[in-house]
């Protein structure tokens, strides 16, 4: 079964083709932002002015006729966005008369992990832009643990970058810069339970850059904070839930530290530490065309006028219903 996956929640506008093994092609065509962060409208313009573009190259490399199922991310994501993507898959499926199915974004970041690594049974750390949430598997629903209380990791990661005069996205160069920090600055370290908070680090952080502390040193005291943050919980969640593996997704999870940090952690407890290859760790159509075939294959379908999108899409909200 061939599956084509349209993927554009946020910033990047991505189309995958898989099949039941691999994945065939990835197709990206992001929006950057001139300066700023994101704009939801400039970033649905972006979209629609470059999906046709970027369905034809798909169709280039893989026959319309070939392609068994349409998937799209419904939700969660802008409202401008999410709309644009389901319209075009939409058009696509009614086009082609094949079946369509809207797949939860996070679920995607999940399986797609899943799929890529040898993890059954893990405590999922999902870090993205938008989002922060420490998630795992009880029964025929994935339960979120633990997550942000205000803005997602990634978010805050940018926001500082931003103020210190770096280019969107912030991760790799704040990555890049904490590489050569010596010395910790403290800043506030926000963990409540399960739950985390990163607003009044970014804010802390600012505020080093602002008394000329080094931008590197900056950078290595914002990153050394936030992940201990994020390793301490996805820890007390393998300890709560008595689990062995640790699953690492979402654009930030590139980032070198932080995979280091909860693979010695993972080390320390005997769990196995899983991370997707770079390409699939950040949002792409595949994730999404990958979950939809799961999805379908265990009976979802969307029919299209079901197929509005969901700003507020919970991973929560899905049944389970394969392994
Ligand atoms: N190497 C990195 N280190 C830290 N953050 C990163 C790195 N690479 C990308 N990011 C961050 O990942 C976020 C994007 O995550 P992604 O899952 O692709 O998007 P979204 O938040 O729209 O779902 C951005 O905030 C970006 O700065
Ligand atoms: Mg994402």
Redesign the pocket.
């Known amino acids: 079964m061939i599956v084509l996956g349209i993927e554009g ?4 506008l991505s189309a995958g083709v898989v099949d039941e093994n691999n994945i065939i092609l990835i197709e990206n065509n992001p929006y950057i932002p001139r300066e700023g962060g994101i704009h939801p409208r400039e970033a649905s313009q972006h979209h629609s002015d470059s999906i046709p573009d970027l369905i034809s190259k798909v169709f280039s490399n893989v026959s319309p006729e070939e392609v068994d199922l349409i998937a799209f991310s419904q939700g969660p994501g802008m409202g401008p966005c999410l709309r644009i993507v389901a319209t075009a898959a939409r058009l696509i499926s009614l086009k082609l008369k094949k079946p369509l199915v809207g797949v939860n ?1 996070c679920l995607a970041h999940v399986e797609v992990g899943r799929w890529r690594t040898q993890a059954e049974n893990p405590v999922v750390l999902y870090v ?4 922060t949430q420490i998630i795992a598997r009880r029964g025929n629903y994935y339960r979120v643990f633990g997550e942000t209380l205000d803005i ?1 990791i ?2 805050g ?2 926001k500082l970058a931003r103020h210190m005069g770096l280019k969107h ?4 160069r ?2 890049k810069l904490a590489e050569s920090g010596r010395e910790y600055h403290e800043l506030p370290y926000v963990v409540k339970g399960m739950d985390l908070s990163f607003s009044g680090l970014v804010t802390a952080a600012q505020r080093l850059y602002d008394n000329k502390v080094r931008m590197e040193d900056v950078a290595f005291s914002f990153q050394e904070t936030a992940f201990a943050m994020l390793t301490e919980v996805t820890e007390r969640a393998l300890a709560y839930l008595n689990l062995d593996e640790a699953l690492l997704v ?3 999870g ?2 070198k530290r932080l995979q280091g940090m909860l693979r010695t952690m993972c080390k320390d407890r005997n769990a196995k530490f899983f991370c997707p290859p770079n390409e699939l760790m ?2 792409n159509g595949a994730m999404i065309a990958y979950t939809g075939l799961l999805m379908y294959r265990h009976g979802y379908e969307t029919r299209v006028e079901d197929s509005a999108v969901k700003p507020d899409f919970r991973i929560e909200d899905v049944e389970v219903r394969w392994d």
Do not use: C, Q, R
Request: proline share 7%; hydrophobic share 20%; net charge negative.
């Open positions: 929640t946020a910033w990047s974004h993205s832009g938008g989002n997602g990634g978010n990661i940018d996205p912030g991760g790799p704040i990555e979402g654009g930030v590139a980032n950040g949002d």
